[in-house]
């Protein structure tokens, strides 16, 4: 698998890796300008979207629907320990914005003391509400911090509840984005028909181009422009 992908990305155009990208966002410092720009330069390159707080949409959402950009957001980010309701609440307010998918933080207090119920439960409340708006869903999974039965029993759960894609980390309790993290949680993914997102630390061509090989279908990044500029480098290296 690890050279077959390594060998397709590498032959891939700048559009094709652009596809891969989350532009994303979530710096709690940021202005209003640096959102807008971020849309500007999702833009600009063809990113698969961009990821960014739910409180910033109202004023994205029709900067973003002009210019035909995507967006996602995040729901209990970044602890999960917010109450279902309130993360219930958050789904909803991101849904009436047109995000077409949504990054959730779950209750690892639940998932730490093996209450696989709450999970599930938790889960599929947020699922169903993504769903009934046509968003899909992506499981944080914060696989560095979890041993691999806490990692599979949280992918499995993910899946029954409808999540579509499974994510290494936040980024801010872990980075998740290196080629060891995001193959030990394809293992787990690709069993079940789920899809890997690889986020925390990716902020280069390689390190997009090895999450790949590993298996991951998108990548989140605050540097997605900085890694198209990267790739261009390194094609103008290859050709020349």
């Known amino acids: 698998m690890f050279a077959e992908r390594l060998s397709r990305i590498l032959s891939f155009d700048v559009g094709s890796v652009a596809s891969l990208i989350e532009s994303t966002l979530l710096d709690p410092f940021s202005g209003t300008s640096r959102f807008e720009d971020l849309v500007v330069e999702a833009s600009r390159w063809g990113f698969r979207c961009v990821v ?22 995040v729901i209990g980010f970044p602890s999960g320990f917010q109450p279902l309701r309130s993360k219930v609440l958050e789904v909803e307010e991101a849904c009436g914005y047109d995000v077409f998918e949504v990054d959730v933080v779950p209750n690892f207090n639940f998932v730490k003391s093996g209450l ?56 801010v309790y872990s980075k998740g984005g290196d080629p060891s993290t995001v193959y ?13 997102k690889a986020a925390g630390g990716v902020r280069s061509f390689l390190d997009l181009a090895l999450a790949y090989a590993f298996g991951a279908d998108s990548v989140g990044s605050s540097s997605a422009s900085r890694i198209l500029e990267d790739y261009l480098r390194f094609k103008e290296v290859r050709v020349g």
């Not at 949409?57 to 950009?69: N, Q, T």
């Not at 944080?140 to 894609?165: Q, R, T, Y």
């Not at 030990?184 to 890997?196: E, P």
Request: aromatic fraction near 8%; charged fraction near 25%; glycine fraction near 10%.
């Open 52 to 73: 960014v707080p739910v409180s910033v949409l109202s004023f994205i959402r029709k900067p973003a629907l002009d210019r035909g950009v995507r967006v996602c957001s």
């Open 116 to 171: 696989w119920d709450g999970v599930f439960k938790e889960l599929s409340a947020l699922v169903d509400v993504a769903r009934s708006h046509g968003v899909g869903v992506k499981v944080i999974v914060e696989a560095p911090l979890l041993g691999d039965g806490e990692l599979e029993a949280l992918v499995e759960w993910a899946s029954k509840a409808g999540a579509s894609f499974v994510k290494t980390s936040t980024g």
């Open 184 to 196: 030990r949680l394809y293992r787990f993914a690709s069993r079940r028909g789920l899809r890997v």
